[in-house]
């Protein structure tokens, strides 16, 4: 007679398999404690205090209300009145910074692209030279940029003095330039201008673009490029088939970053931008530092500004995404 076995004698032996628990580094932690305090911290102060209340002829109090967003869509007198002075900074905040970085980046593609065809010495001497350009701040380029668009010493005095203005009355082109806002009725003008205003931006982030379309286009295979010109194909053919698909991503990444850099300019948009046409970097620094000291509006229209730029950038990763999967 065969004795019954018991269930746990017949089911095959399981071996429980702990995983190890892994436990964060000090490293990690401080990482993530720095981003915290210089990150999340003031990112969670200025959306608190743009719910802030201002108490007429004095400071601001903590509170959570409404009425800075209100005043940032529709105007402080809403519904009585309406304006939308503030969404009118906005879109020339993003339209400067679109039409600038897009010009950085299109003029310093070519030059970056010849550049590392260049000998190792002459692109050290170019690296250095780029990032030497890159310690001056913006307040010495703009200076350096107002003295050379200033209508009695600069650009416009060289074309007057040189006939070059006199030329442009006599073919019927002055006109086509004070339509544009660059000419005043005697003379050509550049100040102030949206022409200067975004001249100046491309030029302050066009170091880099350089710098940062260097690597790609340094570690381009010359030999696809130089398979396509046996086959016939000529400069443009090659640039568009071959080296731009190569560096698209980088290309697309840093117009992404000097979109979100120029969002903030605030002293080239200060010399050389209409008052009708100016940022919300100015209207934030009016708001926290200017005459009104209203912080609570000044915190509501840095937030709209950086919830923006985040859906602007988001947006273009979507593009990005659909155009990769469709190739």
Do not use: H
């Not at 007679?1 to 017949?10: C, D, G, K, V």
């Not at 903590?62 to 940032?72: C, H, K, L, V």
């Not at 442009?168 to 005697?186: C, H, M, S």
């Not at 950086?306 to 988001?314: E, F, H, R, S």
């Amino acid at each position: 007679m065969t004795s019954i076995e018991t269930p746990s004698a017949l089911e095959p032996e399981v071996v429980a398999l702990k995983s190890p628990r892994i436990t964060p580094s000090f490293n990690t932690l401080l990482l993530w404690a720095l981003i915290c305090i210089f990150c999340v911290v003031p990112f969670l102060l200025v959306l608190a205090i743009s719910f802030g209340q201002k108490i007429e002829g004095a400071a601001w109090e903590w509170a959570f209300t409404g009425e800075n967003y209100i005043r940032f869509f529709v105007g402080a007198d809403w519904p009585q009145s309406t304006t939308f002075l503030y969404l009118n900074r906005l879109w020339y905040s993003l339209y400067y910074a679109v039409i600038a970085s897009c010009i950085a980046v299109i003029t310093a593609f070519p030059f970056t692209y010849f550049m590392t065809r260049m000998s190792r010495a002459a692109q050290s001497r170019w690296l250095v030279f780029l990032l030497a350009t890159m310690s001056l701040s913006e307040v010495f380029i703009v200076m350096g940029w107002d003295i050379l668009l200033s209508n009695r010493s600069g650009l416009p005095m060289l074309l007057r003095e040189t006939g070059v203005t006199a030329w442009l009355k006599d073919v019927g082109w002055f006109t086509q330039l004070r339509e544009w806002g660059l000419a005043n009725p005697r003379d050509v003008k550049f100040k102030t201008s949206e022409f200067a205003t975004i001249l100046t931006m491309s030029y302050l982030v066009w170091p880099y673009a350089v710098i940062l379309l260097y690597p790609a286009l340094s570690r381009l295979d010359q030999s696809m490029v130089e398979a396509a010109r046996t086959m016939g194909a000529g400069p443009w053919t090659v640039v568009r088939t071959v080296v731009l698909p190569t560096v698209r991503m980088p290309l697309i990444g840093t117009l992404f970053l000097l979109f979100v850099f120029l969002l903030g300019t605030y002293v080239s948009v200060t010399v050389f931008a209409d008052p009708s046409k100016q940022t919300l970097a100015i209207s934030v620094y009016e708001a926290v530092r200017g005459s009104t000291l209203n912080a609570p509006f000044g915190a509501a229209q840095a937030m709209i500004l950086l919830v923006t730029g985040a859906v602007c950038l988001l947006l273009g990763q979507q593009l990005v995404n659909r155009t990769g999967a469709r190739a």
